[in-house]
């Protein structure tokens, strides 16, 4: 690229333009920012034919309002979703604690979706003054006291008063920023699997505490359903390999008689890591979702934590913007960061707890576990409790 060049001015760039990257641009750009978005791929095309998607997200009615409020979650309504009314948690099938949308007067506690679609919904709603760069990625972050100066892997330059590092749990603008992280590596990994069902369209999402791990059921829209399986990472290296027919039969031996005859269509792992960035900022760039926190995905509570902290950052730039401040100041961003590390590492280390608790088959923690589930199963005020809990209320 040659010297002359003109950098290219924006209010704010951001990094990343999956689910949580997406809302931000978004919501940015209807504020009246100029923003750019920088995406190494774009969503593909909805196929109502297609198979749905392997990765799904458990969407809280917190998140439902705010992605309403950004016109995203209307046009998510006319692809697939699938809501639920009822979560149910048990160790063995005969004791059964259901949590019910209608214990908290709602119609539902929320929406399975499939992320590649929410992707899709938020990018179909961006308006002109965003400019997408895509596929692009970055190369170099440069950084003043009041600007931050991106190259693109094309050579363009960009340069704006705030950087957005939305770009997943392996951030390279953390990287770039110099913001370190802590957290580990869980010994468990996850198995997910896309499965066809012998019943209606479900509206129950299930866990079973094991000592090996968790396994779930999350009802999808039609007969179909997704299942994660909690296990010892080789054994779900080992699962992950068979064939989907021989996958079928070992679901059948390992998950409760409830899951009903299920076939497998297709299925695949994933790694579970904690991880927790030092600091949400560093001068000019900020860190919003998996950039700036992972989470053992035990409650599927990761991504709203995501949306939880796109929206407070995004309310707090917008005002900003609307008083002609500075909309990349260190006391925005400490703001920032004042309200969402606490809540981050507070659910954090809840899903650790979880994780301890019912992970292992020790006898004091086995009848701990059962007196906690008989207490929640005969408390309709704790019930109250965990389903507003679960729809995102504080």
């Not at 978005?37 to 198979?51: C, G, H, R």
């Not at 699997?193 to 791990?213: E, I, K, R, S």
């Not at 299925?267 to 053992?296: C, E, K, Q």
């Amino acid at each position: 690229m040659s010297s002359n060049t003109p950098v290219q001015q924006f209010d704010i760039s951001v990094v990343g333009g999956g689910m949580v990257g997406a809302a931000i641009a978004l919501s940015l750009s209807q504020a009246g920012l100029q923003v750019a978005l920088i995406e190494k791929q774009a969503p593909v095309e909805f196929d109502p034919n297609s198979a749905p998607d392997l990765r799904v997200s458990s969407i809280n009615l917190a998140s439902e309002a705010w992605l309403s409020s950004l016109g995203a979650w209307q046009t998510l309504q006319q692809m697939r979703l699938c809501p639920y009314q009822r979560l149910q948690a048990f160790e063995q099938p005969q004791s059964v604690v259901t949590f019910a949308a209608a214990d908290i007067k709602r119609s539902h506690l929320g929406h399975i979706v499939e992320n590649n679609l929410l992707q899709l919904a938020l990018w179909q709603q961006f308006p002109a003054n965003l400019t997408l760069f895509c596929p692009a990625s970055v190369a170099t972050l440069s950084q003043t006291y009041d600007s931050a100066l991106l190259t693109l892997d094309s050579g363009e330059q960009l340069e704006s008063k705030l950087v957005i590092a939305a770009d997943g749990g392996n951030s390279q603008l953390r990287q770039l920023a110099g913001i370190g992280t802590n957290g580990w590596q869980y010994q468990q990994a996850c198995l997910v699997a896309l499965v066809n069902t012998p019943y209606p369209q479900q509206d129950v999402t299930w866990q079973q505490f094991t000592p090996t791990g968790p396994k779930a059921f999350l009802p999808l829209s039609g007969q179909q359903g997704s299942i994660v399986w909690y296990e010892d990472a080789p054994r779900v290296k080992q699962l992950a390999a068979l064939k989907p027919e021989q996958l079928t039969r070992e679901l059948l031996k390992a998950f409760p008689a409830q899951l009903g005859e299920v076939e497998v269509v297709s299925s695949s792992w994933f790694p579970l890591a904690r991880m927790d960035a030092n600091s949400y900022y560093s001068g000019r760039v900020v860190l919003a979702g998996d950039a700036a926190h992972t989470i053992n995905p035990l409650a599927g509570q990761g991504v709203n934590l995501g949306f939880a902290d796109a929206k407070l950052l995004t309310e707090l730039i917008n005002s900003a913007h609307q008083q002609q401040q500075d909309i990349g100041s260190a006391v925005l961003l400490s703001r920032y960061q004042r309200k969402r590390k606490p809540a981050n590492l507070l659910m954090m280390s809840t899903m650790d707890g979880f994780y301890q608790l019912f992970g292992n088959d020790i006898a004091p923690l086995r009848n701990l576990r059962q007196l906690a589930l008989t207490v929640a199963s005969r408390s309709s005020m704790l019930k109250t409790l965990v389903a507003r809990y679960a729809v995102g209320s504080e």
